[in-house]
C-alpha cells in the first residue's frame, strides 16, 4: 500500500521516543494513527495529550492497555476492574475508540479459574465501556502467555466469549503475532466478522530469543501477514493497521531509520 | 502413585548420564521404562543397547524421534523420511514399540505447506512402520514451536491427520507442555480416544526463562498434570507415564538427587 491513511504505530514500538517526539516524527512521516500506550499519557493532563496529537493531525486508534483480570483475592480482582475503567476514561479523554484488553492469568489459579475470572472482569466492564463510548477489545495472545499474561489464547475463545456477552461494546483485537500459527483461524476470523474491530502487525523470528521483546518488523519472520489482512478485510474489517514491535534489536537502533523501515515494510509486506 | 510400573523416564530427562549410567541408575530406583533417545544408541550396536535395557529389567517405551519431514526441496524432504525409516528400524531393534516424531516446519514455508508436507511425509512412513511393528505417534507441539520445529500444533490437527490417514500404524504422544493451554483439550482428547499412545509429564516454568531448555519438574510449575491425566485415561489410555524434561538448571543439579526427586514428583503431582 503506497497510501499511509490507515497505518498507526504503537508508541511502545518506538519505545525510546517519548510522546511529543514519537507525535513528531510520525506526523512528519505521514503516520496518521497512534496506538497510545499509558505510560506515554504520565506527567500531563490526557487533554494536553490529546491536543498534541491533534494539532500534528494524529488520532489515536487505540489505548494500550486494560484487563489482567485474574487475581488471587477480591482486592486484586477489584483493582483490576479499577484500572480498566480508568483505562477506558483515558481513552475517552484522549479520543481513543478502544481501549486493547490484555486478559490476565495467575499460574497460581487453574486455567478454568483464570477465564471465569476474565470473562466475569470483562463483564463488569461493560457498562463503563457505554458510559464512555469506548470499546473494549479482546486480544488473544500467543499461548505462550498462558501462564501469567492471558488465558485467553485464540480467536475462538474471543468468539465464545463475545456470544455470551455480546458485542456493543466488545470487539477482537487480532495481532498476527498471537494467531498466525492456529489451524482454526481462517474459519474463527469468518466467525468474528465485524467483531473484528483491531488489528496488530509485526513478525515472528526463527529463532526468536527473548519471550517479550524479540519481534520483528513485518516482512524479517514467517507470518503471512498479506495472507491473515485478507482474512480479517474479507470478514469485513477496514480499520486502521496498527504496528506493535517490542525488540530490545529495533530499539537499540536509530529510531528514525526504523519508522522509515515500518513504513517501508507497511507498504510492501502487509 | 506409590506404584512405579507405570513410569518411564527420558534419557535426555538425565542428560548428563549416557546409556549404560542411565539403565543403572534407573533400575536401581525402580524406574521400569526408558524413553530412548537415538543418541544414547550411538557407539554400539542396537542389540547391545537392547541387552543393556533386558539385563536390567527394563524397557524402551518409545523411541525420539523422527520426523522434521519438511524440507525446502526433494533431497531435504527425501532425507527425512530416510531418517525416520531408519528411526522405526532403530525401535524395532531395541524393542520400543513406537517412534515419537516431531513433525517439522521451515520458516521459509507457508504454514499451509509445512502442514502439507508433514502429512505427506507420515503417510509415506506408515508402510515402513507396519513393516517393523512400530507406530508413530504425533506429538504436538507447543505454537511457540510453529516456525522451524513443528506446525502440528494442537489435538485436533492429529485427529484431523488420523481422520485421514488411519489410526493402525498412527497414534498421538500427548505432552502436557505442548497442549495444556488448549481451550479445545478435553473435547479433542476425548475424541481422540485411544489413539493417545503416549503421555508425556513435565511442567511450566513462570518465568520461562529459555524456549527449549527451562522445563519443570512436574509440581514446579502451573500445569495441572493429574486433571490432563485423567483425560487421557477417561479417553481410554492406561499406557506409560514418560517423564521429559529438558532443563538446563536440573542438568546442571546432582542426577542422583534430580532422579530421586523425578520419583517422588512422579508419585504426589501426577
Not at 480482582?77 to 486478559?103: M, N
Not at 497460581?108 to 471465569?116: K, V
Not at 474491530?197 to 523470528?205: E, R, S, Y
Not at 474479507?234 to 496498527?242: L, M, V
Request: glycine share 8%; charged share 20%; with cysteine.
Amino acid at each position: 500500500m503506497d497510501n499511509l491513511s490507515r497505518l498507526a504505530i504503537h508508541t511502545m514500538t518506538t519505545k525510546p521516543w517519548d510522546l511529543p517526539t514519537a507525535v513528531a516524527k510520525f506526523s512528519a512521516a505521514g503516520v496518521p494513527g497512534v496506538g497510545v500506550w499509558r505510560q506515554w499519557l504520565a506527567g500531563r493532563p490526557l487533554a494536553e495529550s490529546r491536543a498534541m496529537l491533534a494539532d500534528n493531525g494524529l488520532h489515536a486508534v487505540s489505548l494500550v492497555r486494560g484487563g489482567f483480570f485474574p487475581g488471587l483475592n477480591a482486592a486484586e480482582r477489584t483493582a483490576a476492574l479499577d484500572d480498566t475503567r480508568r483505562a477506558l476514561d483515558e481513552a475517552a479523554a484522549v479520543g481513543a475508540p478502544q481501549v486493547v484488553l490484555v486478559c490476565g492469568a495467575r499460574p497460581e489459579l487453574s486455567l478454568p479459574e483464570n477465564r471465569r475470572q476474565i470473562t466475569e472482569g470483562v463483564a463488569a466492564c461493560l457498562d463503563h465501556a457505554r458510559q464512555t463510548g469506548v470499546k473494549l477489545a479482546l486480544e488473544p495472545l500467543h499461548p505462550m502467555y498462558a501462564d501469567c499474561r492471558s488465558a485467553i489464547n485464540t480467536i475462538g475463545q474471543c468468539n465464545d466469549m463475545i456470544d455470551q456477552l455480546g458485542d456493543t461494546w466488545l470487539g477482537i483485537a487480532a495481532d498476527v503475532y498471537h494467531i498466525w500459527w492456529d489451524p482454526q483461524l481462517e474459519s474463527e476470523i469468518a466467525r468474528a466478522g465485524r467483531r473484528i474491530i483491531g488489528f496488530h502487525v509485526c513478525d515472528w523470528m526463527t529463532p526468536t530469543a527473548d519471550f517479550l521483546n524479540d519481534r520483528g518488523l513485518m516482512g524479517e519472520g514467517c507470518i503471512d501477514i498479506p495472507g491473515i489482512r485478507g482474512l480479517v478485510e474479507k470478514a469485513g474489517f477496514d480499520g486502521p493497521i496498527e504496528v506493535e514491535i517490542f525488540s530490545t534489536r529495533h530499539w537499540a537502533r536509530d529510531q528514525d531509520q526504523f519508522l522509515a523501515d515500518i513504513i517501508t515494510a507497511y507498504k510492501t509486506k502487509v
